[in-house]
């Protein structure tokens, strides 16, 4: 069992920056993937980003070259820097961890509880 816990959500301007956190504790494995997904209402959920613990990073499409994800490995944590943020950003923004990914897609079994972003213009 992996535990999530989520921080840095809020409320910005369009343009700003944000950054957010995820601690993960427990049944860690050496080799695993976390990473973060959002979803707006009425809209589908949404891969924002993901790295492994060997530093393979993946972006969606509609934030590439705005967001970079990083992680402290010692410490299993997991930083999302959001940058040049649009209305369009808005969402709740979900942590993940899994043990496993293929090409472009994370494998993740567990998740936080979500931390709202939103982006005013």
């Known amino acids: 069992q992996v535990q999530l816990v989520e921080s840095g959500g809020g409320h910005v301007q369009a343009g700003g920056p944000l950054r957010l956190s995820c601690a993960a504790s427990?049944?860690?494995?050496?080799?695993?993937?976390m990473g973060w997904y959002r979803q707006a209402p009425g809209k589908e959920r949404e891969l924002v980003a993901f790295?492994?613990?060997?530093?393979?990073?993946n972006y969606g499409e509609s934030v590439k070259d705005r967001f970079i994800i990083s992680r402290d490995r010692n410490r299993n944590v997991v930083y999302l820097e959001m940058n040049s943020l649009r209305p369009e950003d808005t969402a709740m923004y979900y942590c993940?961890?899994?043990?496993?990914?293929?090409?472009?897609?994370?494998?993740?079994?567990?998740w936080g509880q979500g931390t709202q972003v939103t982006v005013s213009s």
């Open positions: 790295i492994t613990t060997s530093g393979i990073t």
């Open positions: 427990g049944d860690i494995f050496r080799v695993n993937v």
């Open positions: 993940g961890y899994g043990n496993s990914w293929s090409p472009g897609e994370p494998h993740f079994g567990s």
